[in-house]
C-alpha cells in the first residue's frame, strides 16, 4: 500500500509540529567544486525556506537534486526525510532519516522516524526507536515526544491502558509547564476520554487551558468535558 493511502490519523501531532525551520548555514558538502558549491547552497538555503513555508513538495525535489550531486550530506538527509514526513511519504521518509542517524548517530529525529513506523504499523521498530531514545538520554522535550509516539502505536494497537501507562510515566512538571508538558498531558486526557474516564480527561485539558487557554483545540476540549 502506499505510504500516502496510509490513515493520516497515525502520524502524531508532536512530530509533526516540530521543526517548523531548520539551520542550513555553514553546511560542507565535501570535495564539490566552488562553483557547484555555491549552486547547492544556494538551492539548500531555498529548500529550507520551501519546508518553512509548507512548500515540501519543492523543498524535496530541490533536496533531490542536492543529493545528487553531494550525496550523504546530512543537513540534506534530515530536510529531505523532514519534507517527506511531512507530506506522508512514510517509508522514504523514514529511509532518509535512517541513513541521517547511520551518518551523524544522532537520534534528533527518532521521534519522526518512530512516527514513520507507526504510520506503518511496524509496532516493533516503533518500539526499538523507543528505547533506544531513552537509552541516549536526550533533551527532555525529546524524549516527551518519542514518549507521546509509543503511547499512540499502543494505542493505535487497541492497548489504551498501556499507551495511558506510558505517558503516566513521565516526570512530572515542575515549575511553569513547558510545551512538550502540554502536549503530553494532551495526548493523555485524549486517551482518558476514549476510555471513559471523563473526569481524568477534563483535570488534564483543565491543566493545560490554565498554562496556556490558546494551546490546539484544549479549551474546547474540556467545554465538553
Known amino acids: 500500500m502506499p505510504d500516502e493511502a ?47 513555508g509548507d512548500r515540501f513538495g519543492d523543498a524535496e525535489r530541490l533536496l533531490l537534486s542536492i543529493d545528487k550531486l553531494a550525496p550523504g550530506v546530512p543537513e540534506v538527509l534530515e530536510l529531505l526525510g523532514l519534507s517527506r514526513y511531512r507530506q506522508g511519504k512514510w517509508r522514504k521518509a523514514a529511509a532518509d532519516l535512517r541513513k541521517f542517524h ?40 525529546l524524549i516527551e515526544e518519542g514518549r507521546i509516539v509509543m503511547a499512540g502505536s499502543l494505542a493505535d494497537q487497541g492497548r489504551l491502558t498501556d499507551a495511558i501507562r506510558t505517558l503516566e510515566k ?8 513547558s510545551v512538550h508538558h502540554m502536549r503530553r498531558w494532551y495526548a493523555l486526557g ?14 488534564l485539558f483543565g491543566q493545560i487551558v490554565n498554562a496556556d487557554s490558546t494551546f490546539g483545540d484544549a479549551a474546547e476540549r474540556l467545554a465538553a468535558l
Do not use: I
Open 6 to 52: 496510509k490513515s493520516s490519523k497515525k502520524r502524531s501531532s508532536s512530530s509533526k509540529r516540530r521543526r517548523a525551520a531548520v539551520d542550513v548555514s555553514g553546511v560542507d558538502f565535501g570535495s564539490v567544486a566552488g562553483s557547484t558549491r555555491a549552486k547547492l547552497t544556494g538551492r539548500l538555503e531555498d529548500a529550507a525556506k520551501a519546508f518553512a
Open 102 to 141: 547511520a551518518v551523524t548517530g544522532s537520534v534528533e529525529q527518532h521521534p519522526v522516524l518512530a512516527d514513520c513506523a507507526r504510520a506503518m504499523e511496524e509496532w516493533n521498530e516503533v518500539e526499538r526507536l523507543w528505547k533506544e531514545l531513552g537509552s541516549e538520554s536526550p533533551e527532555p522535550a
Open 170 to 177: 513521565a516526570p512530572s512538571a515542575k515549575g511553569r509547564p
Open 190 to 203: 485524549d486517551l482518558y476520554e476514549r476510555v471513559g474516564d471523563r473526569a481524568h480527561a477534563r483535570r
